[in-house]
């Protein structure tokens, strides 16, 4: 028997394939054609537009807004401040992905003026950005899943960083946690080939925006940790059906099973809980 | 027994398969490795070079010239008015894909003066994307189709645009159309799985421009309505194979089956028709 | 029996899924996702930064660095040069693919700046991209490779690039060879079908710079040949698997294969000799 969290995820699912919100991304150039059709996959509509010239605009008619600092450069970090005003004016979800933040000064900066200067719904990224954000000098290495701390560890993190910045903190690893400075969700799905292809943070990053752009800011933590499970998930379903084949194969499945999931796919098998 | 539409289409894919077409591509970068990935499959030859450094140079060597506005920049407009210019001094077909027209000023801009500073061959969108080119005020959101008018307007529509901008339109929705302002064809062939897939716009655009690059400014018209008719029945091939498994197989399967097309599976499946 | 050559870059193969070096790559934003891929699949860690603010630090942070130049633009090539010269600093082997050369002037002097300002370990690129920078005056047409020449000419070809810039020169095609100047390899792995899928050439460079990432600058010459050999081999075993279907999964099945490939499978199929 499903949880009420597990519940009411399955409505708002079902919500975005109703509702198709729009769900402007500013984002890199390697996992972006994923990110639309992750999008598309669980019913909502994405854009993309990085310009300066409309990167506002374009926010300003969005449901939700992904800012992910993948493949930076300076023209698209005033594209991400403007567009991340706009949707603060008119109270659209930001949902920050902050790719590889630790890495290099540039993409440090680039992440602090994103939290410092918006109003920013949710943060999702893996344990050693979520680190660096937090101040604990945590080494990044790339773009990759630095993955040793354990469960409490990360819990406590999330808290923290979700209360420095009045957000919701999300991190994906093993074990996913997310929370509002208050309250702490777990997420049990997932598998250890989803490290295996580029791009399911990025998409986790997706689905997390698809589903704020279908709900209330109450539920936006809920919708962090649902995010992570979907992908979780169709990493699950995938892995069942492509597993054997490979990692070219086991990324389609992803996108297969995203766009196969229904309410009752959904009560069966997510698995979020209060940590 | 095809038609004389169906038969010169298959002539003129054919011809594709022969001369190799090279398609240069000024074009967004979310779906671009698609296009790249499906010009391929059809027999043509892609190149994608958007710096204003090398853009006219490329698109002089070129057999025909995409410009799509999917992720506009400031630098790139440049980049597409110098190609644009030098495709038109040569005699290379432009075709112009106007992806989320109306959706923002910056957008309109661009559209506007591209159509206005060039000499384009065929303009391939939506119905909204149309109805913004065409004045009429559509509402774009995103970068999705709207797609509620009939058949009956949709010939209207393609019709005076084609006649304002002395080019061929082609609406793309549940029926396809294409006018050179004159004389309309539609298209019968698709499936409505091709909206869950990211860039199926954008391909049947390339899939214009490799014909058009093969063919004689005459035969534009056709091969308007023609490249749209090879993606639907892409679609429609996929799904037979593919459809049961999701969309990140329906989208591998559309490449698999453009590349599978021969002059006999175009024949018997292709439906293009006088209007 | 594997001859000492595939057993040696078997060794290297099962060295970067030990160390996981990761690969900054400044390239193509067509064929950049499945670049990412592939370097996952083979053990790698990939990373993409292509901006003057951060492209310095993180080729530094790095054990290989790829230069592609398949979409340059006049900030890029910046970035470019800035990487490259700490990649030099800093003793790491830097990958060039010079795609396109010979195409359009801003690519010709592009490639020419980047051979004559940085110290580049391995150049790999086709015939015509080859044959220019060689000053052979090859017309180069698109991106495609122009594959006229017999074996005998690409390995004086390779080796006079070799000696002219001190580095290892690959060129692919039917038979791939590769050069340090003095020692030459030929590489007979490898399918027509190669050709119809994009980015099997940026691919290549990728799985070089994996290789020379765990390797010494001994190693450079038959990692080179090494990179293009894994991809060959990809080729073959996804058109045993995957051929009947069509490109989209013959694509798929590349990046299964690399996945799949472990020490057994190498030392059985990879084709690798003194030419």
Redesign the interface.
């Known amino acids: 028997m499903a949880n009420i969290y597990v519940q009411r995820l399955a409505q708002i699912a079902q919500a975005v394939r109703a509702q198709?919100p729009?769900v402007?991304h500013i984002t890199?150039?390697?996992?972006?054609?994923?990110c639309?059709?992750i999008a598309?996959?669980m019913g909502a509509?994405?854009?993309?537009?990085?310009?300066i010239?409309?990167a506002a605009?374009?926010a300003g008619?969005?449901q939700a807004l992904v800012l992910n600092i993948?493949?930076?450069?300076?023209?698209t970090v005033e594209a991400m401040l403007a567009a991340g005003r706009r949707a603060n004016e008119k109270g659209i979800p930001i949902i920050l992905d902050p790719v590889?933040a630790g890495?290099?000064?540039?993409?440090n900066r680039t992440a602090e003026k994103l939290l410092e200067q918006l109003k920013i719904a949710v943060v999702r990224g893996n344990l050693s950005e979520i680190k660096f954000l937090r101040g604990l000098g945590a080494e990044t290495?790339?773009?990759?899943a630095a993955d040793q701390d354990g469960v409490p560890e990360r819990i406590e993190l999330a808290k923290e960083l979700a209360r420095t910045f009045n957000c919701v903190a999300a991190i994906t690893g093993a074990t996913d946690v997310a929370s509002d400075g208050e309250k702490v969700l777990r997420v049990d799905n997932g598998c250890a080939q989803l490290?295996?292809?580029?791009?399911t943070g990025c998409m986790s990053t997706t689905l997390v925006a698809g589903l704020c752009g279908a709900a209330r800011p109450e539920d936006y933590l809920l919708c962090a940790a649902g995010g992570v499970a979907l992908m979780g998930l169709a990493g699950e379903l995938s892995l069942e059906?492509e597993g054997g084949?490979?990692?070219?194969?086991f990324?389609?499945?992803?996108?297969?099973?995203?766009?196969?999931m229904d309410e009752k796919m959904l009560l069966e098998r997510v698995k979020i809980d209060e940590a």
Do not use: C, Q, W
Request: charged share 20%; hydrophobic share 40%; aromatic share 4%.
């Open positions: 198709r729009l402007h890199n150039y390697v996992t972006v054609n994923d639309a059709n598309l996959a509509s994405p854009v993309m537009a990085d310009d010239s409309e605009e374009m008619a969005a993948g493949t930076l450069n300076a023209r590889g890495a290099t000064a540039f993409r290495r790339g773009v990759d490290s295996g292809v580029t791009g059906r084949k490979g990692f070219g194969h990324h389609m499945g992803i996108i297969d099973a995203i766009g196969r």
